[in-house]
């Protein structure tokens, strides 16, 4: 919520990691169970929190707001499909936030999305028993640099207490196709 940097009364630079190991076991219609197990991925994530003049505050986040992975081996049932997958995507947030009265705030921003998409498959070869022609193809589908969009967002924020608030966010629809 981009009202809450008027919480902050100094300078505050925050950077970190979030971990995902994401596993899955699926079963497909001969009735085998097959496994994936990705590995494990590490998304960054950076905050900056500077408190400006006239109860106004600065905010900028880089962080990641989509991200996933999926690995299977050629060997699985649905290799003809994918054996592995990979989504990352980075956002660039700038917000501003004004105190209103002491216990409320607004702020609002913009949110700058890139995404990034990449999928593989097994090679495959094949027969068209209609035409005799043979074929072999591997899929590999990737997005390519027009994978960006923008948004924005807005909130609201308002002390109940010294130590409970409540608040609303809205943040617009980011869109890319792949």
Same mark, same amino acid.
């Given at each position: 919520?981009?009202?809450?940097?008027?919480?902050?009364?100094?300078?505050?630079?925050?950077? #970190?990691?979030?971990?995902?190991?994401?596993?899955? $076991?699926?079963? +497909? $219609?001969?009735?085998?169970?097959?496994?994936?197990?990705?590995?494990?991925?590490?998304?960054?994530?950076?905050?900056? +929190?500077?408190?400006?003049?006239?109860?106004?505050?600065?905010?900028?986040? +880089?962080?990641?707001? &989509?991200?996933?992975? %999926?690995?299977?081996?050629?060997?699985?049932?649905?290799?003809?499909?994918?054996?592995?997958?990979?989504?990352?995507?980075?956002?660039?947030?700038?917000?501003?936030?004004?105190?209103?009265?002491? !216990?409320? %705030?607004?702020?609002?921003?913009?949110?700058?999305?890139?995404?990034?998409?990449?999928?593989?498959? $097994?090679?495959?070869? #094949?027969?068209?028993?209609?035409?005799?022609?043979? &074929?072999?193809? $591997?899929?590999?589908?990737? #997005? !390519?640099? !027009?994978?960006?969009?923008?948004?924005?967002?807005?909130?609201?924020? &308002?002390?109940?207490?010294?130590?409970?608030?409540?608040?609303?966010?809205?943040? %617009?629809?980011?869109?890319?196709?792949?």
């Amino acid at each position: 919520n981009p009202a809450t940097l008027t919480d902050f009364t100094n300078t505050v630079v925050t950077t #970190g990691v979030m971990t995902e190991h994401p596993r899955a $076991r699926m079963k +497909v $219609r001969d009735g085998k169970s097959e496994a994936m197990d990705p590995g494990c991925f590490c998304l960054p994530a950076f905050h900056l +929190v500077q408190p400006l003049p006239w109860d106004f505050a600065f905010g900028l986040g +880089v962080m990641p707001e &989509y991200g996933l992975g %999926s690995a299977y081996g050629h060997h699985w049932s649905l290799a003809n499909n994918t054996t592995d997958t990979t989504v990352m995507s980075a956002t660039v947030n700038p917000n501003l936030a004004y105190q209103i009265t002491d !216990d409320w %705030s607004i702020g609002a921003g913009l949110r700058f999305l890139y995404f990034d998409f990449d999928q593989h498959s $097994r090679p495959v070869v #094949g027969a068209d028993p209609r035409s005799g022609y043979v &074929y072999r193809f $591997r899929n590999h589908l990737q #997005g !390519d640099n !027009d994978m960006k969009d923008f948004g924005w967002q807005i909130g609201t924020k &308002y002390d109940l207490t010294k130590r409970l608030s409540v608040g609303l966010v809205y943040k %617009s629809e980011t869109k890319v196709d792949v």
